[in-house]
């Protein structure tokens, strides 16, 4: 398969951020109006691993980080944003997070007790559909990442990190070097060295805290 097919066939299976989130525009702002927001500066912690979760948090924006702790390491499994929520499968399934959480970015959030949720949940039966298409998009998106980001070598694996961030289409990827090191569970230094020699080759530019990707379909070359 040529690279360009390559690029095509991945567009058609990356959803877009309005698939995966649980709140639309509309309900992040009768969210706002009925519970109220706060904003978080970076590192504020959310949820502890172990620990019971008390309530489920909508975010506005900013960036939330979810993450398991290995030893002295610190692995990340997930990034939220805008619409996205955590601790909702902790709560309703009463048990304990399976993960921490952490706010990554300055972040605006509100956080609901689970009366509090079901009362938003059922004044909008469409707000319902969307908390099931939700739970379930993010649970096939875990599953497919999963067996994406194990498959291959390095390279492989984080070309198919920008290209899942970015939907395939290309764009700017706000996550430092360590952040993507932790997601795939390699060191830093290794990711850097990958990064460096994909923008020798013109598929993306290196910036501060951040990866613009400039040509997916050089990206998508050379995945399977």
Known sequence: MQAAER???WIARCPGRGDLALFSEGDLAELRRIVGEETL????PLMSEGEPVSSVGVIHAGTVELYRRSGRRRVVLHLLRAGDVYGDIPVLCEMSAPF???VLSTATVTR???GTLWEVLEAEPQRCRRFLFSVASRLERSQRRLLELTAGDLRSQVATLLLDETAGVGGEVRLTQTTIAGLLGASRQ???GVLKDLEREGAL???YRRVAVIDPVQLADGLS
Do not use: D, F, L
């Open 100 to 102: 921490s959480a952490r």
């Open 205 to 207: 530019e290196i910036g």
């Open 112 to 114: 609901m007790v689970p």
């Open 41 to 44: 500066p970076a590192g504020t």
């Open 7 to 9: 690029h095509a066939a």
């Open 190 to 192: 290794a990711v850097n």
